[in-house]
């Protein structure tokens, strides 16, 4: 049974409600600040990562791998410096969480980041930061330097033998530079290209060195495990999905915002307790569960859990477990013009299947939203997405294919009434 929180606008990790923010270390150390830090550099590192493995801390960056699991990756015979890499390049559409650590709550992060790059041995780490997040990379600046001054960063944090620096990089503003090779070939002044893999970043990542690539959600989930211990960080969420969860809802509802809650929270009181409901109580056609890439549902799926695996299971994925909905009336081909629109101006051109692909499905969809689509380009756009599928270095092609191909599946009908009848039968055009 999942417990709810009784103000699921705060909890673990949302620890500000609407209009605060924990911005002074003083405020911080007020609330248990470095508690956790103080804590693991008392352990030994493998005693730390093993720790985050018993928490089963799975990434909240869209992918779902194991923190622990990662981490154990890196080579032990390799003697070249380690680095830690947060991916704050929030460009899903959709998707605000990690926005709301760099704006209203960044030693939650900070603390976090500390406490991996111990494990790791790791003596540098970078915050790469969405290059029009401005205001939020000043208030990281301002929060890592009161950590200096406070002796929690730098040659000896909390007067441990431990060094570590930690510095902002602004994005290069491509939604592709949040594919974790994109980005460290970013933060080496290179354009923000995907690499082939292997090697993996583990073994061969910034500057050739061994490199762990965590979300901001996920280091504050470190954070959290470590206050509080793995069993009761497990104890949070689900068996297989430590911990709670911070849920985006978006689009037609009365209330969206963020909220938290454990792993396993179902759509339906996501969308109706959390968030009150759809607009003028209308039903809803559709449901992207986790940020624009992610296939779309329908209402059927309201009783689905929000885990990894059930929202697998049902035909989608978790993703960053933010949540657009839209209700009867909205235009589903319109809808899908959007998102191809934006996944065609995203790709960078490395790879011919989404370089081309890409415009393709663009210009297919917006076809059938404006009257000039022809029959059996329903298919057409089945067969390119498909094409584009898993034929591409970094899943940028994949998150322009998926939308379409459940778009069109799901919503079949309604593409075919566009092409039959020669305009948009929503008026959306």
């Known amino acids: 049974m999942i417990a709810i929180p009784a103000n699921p606008g705060r909890?673990?990790?949302?620890?500000?409600?609407?209009?605060?923010?924990?911005?002074?270390i003083s405020k911080h150390q007020a609330i248990g600040g470095f508690?956790?830090?103080?804590?693991?550099?008392?352990?030994?590192?493998?005693?730390?990562?093993?720790?985050?493995?018993?928490?089963?801390?799975?990434?909240?960056?869209?992918?779902?791998?194991?923190?622990?699991?990662?981490?154990?990756?890196?080579?032990?015979?390799n003697l070249k410096p380690r680095y830690l890499v947060i991916n704050a390049d929030e460009g899903e559409p959709g998707t605000?969480?990690?926005?709301?650590?760099?704006?209203?709550?960044?030693?939650?992060?900070?603390?976090?980041?500390?406490?991996?790059?111990?494990?790791?041995?790791a003596h540098t780490a970078f915050i790469y930061v969405r290059g029009?997040?401005?205001?939020?990379?000043?208030?990281?600046?301002?929060?890592?330097?009161?950590?200096?001054?406070?002796?929690?960063?730098?040659?000896?944090?909390?007067?441990?033998?431990?060094?570590?620096?930690?510095?902002?990089?602004?994005?290069?503003?491509?939604?592709?530079?949040?594919?974790?090779?994109?980005l460290l070939e970013s933060i080496e002044g290179k354009p923000g290209r995907p690499r082939n893999r292997p090697p993996f970043p583990a073994v061969a990542g910034l500057w050739g060195c061994p490199t762990i690539i965590n979300n901001v959600e996920t280091m504050a989930c470190v954070r959290l495990a470590l206050q509080h211990g793995a069993e009761a960080f497990l104890a949070m969420g689900l068996p297989r999905d430590g911990g709670?969860?911070?849920?985006?809802?978006?689009?037609?509802?009365?209330?969206?915002?963020?909220?938290?809650?454990?792993?396993?929270?179902?759509?339906?009181?996501?969308?109706?307790?959390?968030?009150?409901?759809?607009?003028?109580?209308r039903p809803i056609k559709g449901i992207i569960?986790?940020?624009?890439?992610?296939?779309?549902?329908?209402?059927?799926?309201?009783?689905?859990?929000?885990?990894?695996?059930?929202?697998?299971?049902?035909?989608?994925?978790?993703?960053?477990?933010?949540?657009?909905?839209?209700?009867?009336?909205?235009?589903?081909?319109?809808v899908l013009v959007r998102i191809a629109r934006f996944y065609a101006h995203e790709s960078c051109g490395q790879c011919t299947p989404c370089r081309e692909g890409t415009g393709w499905l663009e210009r297919l969809v917006e076809s059938i939203e404006h009257g000039t689509g022809r029959p059996g380009d329903a298919d057409l756009l089945l067969s390119a997405a498909n094409q584009i599928l898993g034929n591409t270095i970094c899943a940028l092609g994949d998150a322009a294919a998926l939308p379409v191909i459940s778009f069109v599946n799901r919503f079949r009908d309604d593409f075919e009434a566009h092409i039959t009848g020669q305009r948009c039968p929503y008026g959306a055009a």
Request: glycine share 14%; with cysteine; proline share 6%.
């Open 11 to 24: 909890g673990h990790l949302l620890r500000c409600g609407p209009g605060e923010s924990i911005l002074d």
């Open 35 to 77: 508690l956790a830090l103080r804590k693991a550099l008392s352990m030994q590192p493998a005693a730390l990562i093993d720790e985050v493995k018993k928490a089963s801390i799975r990434g909240r960056g869209g992918a779902g791998f194991p923190a622990g699991t990662k981490w154990s990756f890196l080579p032990k015979d």
């Open 96 to 121: 605000f969480k990690d926005r709301y650590f760099l704006a209203q709550d960044p030693f939650a992060l900070l603390e976090g980041i500390a406490i991996s790059a111990f494990a790791i041995g």
């Open 132 to 182: 029009e997040f401005v205001s939020e990379m000043r208030v990281l600046e301002e929060a890592i330097e009161q950590m200096r001054r406070a002796g929690a960063l730098g040659r000896s944090v909390l007067g441990s033998t431990f060094a570590l620096e930690i510095y902002v990089h602004p994005g290069a503003g491509a939604y592709v530079c949040g594919e974790e090779s994109a």
């Open 244 to 281: 709670p969860k911070i849920y985006g809802l978006s689009g037609h509802v009365k209330r969206p915002g963020l909220f938290e809650a454990p792993l396993g929270l179902t759509l339906r009181t996501l969308i109706y307790d959390f968030g009150g409901g759809t607009l003028d109580d």
């Open 289 to 334: 569960p986790g940020g624009s890439s992610t296939p779309v549902l329908g209402p059927e799926a309201l009783d689905t859990p929000m885990d990894f695996d059930s929202m697998k299971a049902a035909g989608s994925m978790l993703g960053t477990a933010a949540t657009t909905v839209f209700t009867e009336g909205t235009c589903p081909v319109a």
